[in-house]
């Protein structure tokens, strides 16, 4: 099983970025798939989910920027980026999570620089 981000690079303040978690291995409609990010010094935490029906959730302080979308088709899963602020700066994680068989995965990170 493989997830692996990519899309990351360096913005400027009030940039975009999309990011993309493509998956092989496993079928990520079967998934509740999520993007994670953690900045320096900082513990993981949670940017967007994205339920298997396509339900989502977002951390407070990206609500209004960001939008998580899956296409199940490609088994693929982004993250739109807009308005961005130098406190994005972390690095961002796909994981693909399935409770009910107790499988979850993660990607290997993408790096997401935000210059003022």
């Known amino acids: 099983v493989q997830l692996q981000a990519s899309g990351g690079g360096l913005v400027q303040a009030g940039g975009s970025l999309r990011l993309s978690c493509a998956a092989s291995g496993i079928t990520l409609s079967m998934y509740t798939m999520g993007w994670y990010r953690q900045a320096p010094g900082s513990q993981r935490e949670l940017v967007a989910l994205?339920?298997?029906?396509?339900?989502?959730t977002y951390n407070d302080s990206v609500k209004g920027r960001f939008t998580i979308s899956r296409d199940n088709a490609k088994n693929t899963v982004q993250l739109q980026m807009n308005t961005l602020k130098p406190e994005d700066t972390a690095v961002y994680y796909c994981n693909a999570r399935n409770r009910y068989y107790n499988r979850d995965f993660w990607g290997q990170g993408t790096l997401v620089t935000v210059s003022s």
């Open positions: 994205i339920s298997k029906p396509g339900g989502t």
